[in-house]
């Protein structure tokens, strides 16, 4: 459908630019430590887009040198992935 591939497109460009700024070092990732939740640093709402920090963080692990990045920053992309996998596949949105 087309209203599927357009929110694929918007997700893509999400990512891209998400990536852009951590290649940059301009967003971080850091863990909650109240909640214990990853969250980004330095991107807005508007550049989120309909995407939670863990879909966005999850994108970017796939990605190998956005991956060396979030690892440098202390994320285990693996866990990232598989937790943002299974929250999906079980009906939680984050």
């Given at each position: 459908?087309?209203?599927?591939?357009?929110?694929?497109?918007?997700?893509?460009?999400?990512?891209?630019?998400?990536?852009?700024?951590?290649?940059?070092?301009?967003?971080?990732?850091?863990?909650?430590?109240?909640t214990?939740?990853?969250?980004?640093?330095?991107?807005?709402?508007?550049?989120r887009g309909?995407?939670?920090d863990a879909?966005?963080?999850?994108?970017?692990?796939?990605q190998?040198?956005a991956?060396?990045?979030?690892r440098r920053?202390g994320?285990n992309?693996?866990?990232?992935?598989?937790?943002h996998?299974?929250?999906?596949?079980?009906?939680i949105?984050?």
């Amino acid at each position: 459908m087309a209203c599927e591939y357009l929110e694929q497109l918007r997700k893509a460009a999400i990512l891209a630019a998400a990536k852009r700024k951590i290649l940059k070092g301009e967003i971080t990732v850091k863990r909650n430590a109240r909640t214990g939740r990853l969250e980004i640093l330095g991107l807005s709402a508007a550049e989120r887009g309909p995407m939670g920090d863990a879909c966005i963080i999850a994108g970017l692990a796939k990605q190998p040198d956005a991956a060396a990045a979030l690892r440098r920053a202390g994320v285990n992309t693996t866990d990232a992935i598989r937790t943002h996998e299974h929250a999906h596949a079980h009906g939680i949105q984050h």
